[in-house]
Protein backbone atom coordinates (compact mmCIF):
# COMPACT_ATOMS: atom_id res chain seq x y z
CA UNK A 1 0.00 0.00 0.00
CA UNK A 2 2.87 2.41 1.01
CA UNK A 3 4.39 1.21 -2.16
CA UNK A 4 1.82 2.15 -4.48
CA UNK A 5 1.39 5.90 -2.64
CA UNK A 6 4.37 6.78 -2.81
CA UNK A 7 4.86 5.85 -6.50
CA UNK A 8 1.53 7.62 -7.13
CA UNK A 9 2.96 10.49 -5.60
CA UNK A 10 5.86 10.84 -7.66
CA UNK A 11 4.33 10.60 -10.68
CA UNK A 12 2.05 13.09 -9.40
CA UNK A 13 4.97 15.59 -8.42
CA UNK A 14 6.96 14.76 -11.65
CA UNK A 15 3.68 15.22 -13.79
CA UNK A 16 3.63 18.79 -12.22
CA UNK A 17 7.13 19.86 -12.66
CA UNK A 18 6.53 18.79 -16.33
CA UNK A 19 3.60 20.66 -17.09
CA UNK A 20 4.86 23.76 -14.76
CA UNK A 21 8.56 24.15 -17.19
CA UNK A 22 6.21 23.30 -20.37
CA UNK A 23 4.64 26.70 -21.06
CA UNK A 24 8.43 29.10 -20.96
CA UNK A 25 9.54 26.29 -23.30
CA UNK A 26 7.01 27.11 -25.85
CA UNK A 27 7.09 30.61 -25.17
CA UNK A 28 10.74 31.03 -26.15
CA UNK A 29 10.63 28.20 -29.38
CA UNK A 30 7.78 30.56 -30.22
CA UNK A 31 8.94 33.55 -30.21
CA UNK A 32 9.65 35.51 -33.75
CA UNK A 33 12.22 37.81 -35.00
CA UNK A 34 14.87 39.24 -32.72
CA UNK A 35 15.46 39.48 -29.73
CA UNK A 36 17.96 42.41 -28.37
CA UNK A 37 21.11 42.22 -25.57
CA UNK A 38 23.05 45.19 -26.76
CA UNK A 39 21.84 48.76 -27.09
CA UNK A 40 22.74 51.80 -28.96
CA UNK A 41 22.80 54.73 -27.04
CA UNK A 42 23.12 57.66 -29.80
CA UNK A 43 20.65 58.72 -32.52
CA UNK A 44 21.50 58.26 -35.93
CA UNK A 45 19.93 60.68 -38.82
CA UNK A 46 16.30 60.07 -39.49
CA UNK A 47 17.28 60.05 -43.06
CA UNK A 48 19.31 56.93 -42.39
CA UNK A 49 16.19 54.95 -40.83
CA UNK A 50 14.24 52.99 -43.18
CA UNK A 51 11.91 51.15 -41.15
CA UNK A 52 11.20 50.38 -36.96
CA UNK A 53 9.77 47.37 -35.19
CA UNK A 54 9.31 46.46 -31.34
CA UNK A 55 10.64 43.61 -30.30
CA UNK A 56 8.48 40.38 -29.70
CA UNK A 57 6.78 40.11 -26.35
CA UNK A 58 8.36 36.96 -25.33
CA UNK A 59 12.25 39.10 -25.34
CA UNK A 60 13.68 39.30 -22.21
CA UNK A 61 14.79 43.34 -23.38
CA UNK A 62 11.76 45.22 -24.38
CA UNK A 63 13.24 47.22 -27.42
CA UNK A 64 12.98 49.21 -30.82
CA UNK A 65 14.91 47.65 -33.30
CA UNK A 66 15.29 50.37 -36.20
CA UNK A 67 16.69 48.96 -39.68
CA UNK A 68 18.65 51.19 -41.59
CA UNK A 69 18.66 51.91 -45.58
CA UNK A 70 21.92 49.76 -45.75
CA UNK A 71 19.57 47.43 -43.80
CA UNK A 72 21.71 46.83 -40.52
CA UNK A 73 19.58 46.86 -37.21
CA UNK A 74 20.09 48.87 -34.15
CA UNK A 75 18.57 48.07 -30.57
CA UNK A 76 17.70 50.90 -28.78
CA UNK A 77 15.82 50.35 -25.30
CA UNK A 78 12.03 50.63 -25.32
CA UNK A 79 12.68 53.88 -22.79
CA UNK A 80 14.81 55.71 -25.76
CA UNK A 81 12.76 58.93 -26.43
CA UNK A 82 14.27 58.89 -29.72
CA UNK A 83 13.01 55.33 -31.04
CA UNK A 84 10.03 56.34 -29.34
CA UNK A 85 9.22 59.21 -31.55
CA UNK A 86 9.94 57.82 -34.37
CA UNK A 87 7.86 54.14 -33.41
CA UNK A 88 4.82 56.60 -33.12
CA UNK A 89 4.87 58.42 -35.93
CA UNK A 90 1.30 58.77 -37.51
CA UNK A 91 2.46 57.78 -41.03
CA UNK A 92 4.63 54.96 -39.97
CA UNK A 93 2.81 51.34 -40.34
CA UNK A 94 4.83 48.60 -38.54
CA UNK A 95 6.29 46.11 -41.47
CA UNK A 96 4.83 48.74 -43.96
CA UNK A 97 8.65 48.63 -45.37
CA UNK A 98 8.08 52.52 -46.52
CA UNK A 99 11.06 55.25 -45.51
CA UNK A 100 10.24 57.29 -42.64
Keep these: MMKTFCFTL ?3 LLTACCCNAMPQAVQF ?11 YTRKIPLQRVFNITKTHSACQNQAFIVHTIKGI ?5 ETFQWARDIYSQPHYTVGSGQQL
Design 73 to 77: PICYR
Design 29 to 39: QSAPGKCCFKF
Design 10 to 12: GLL
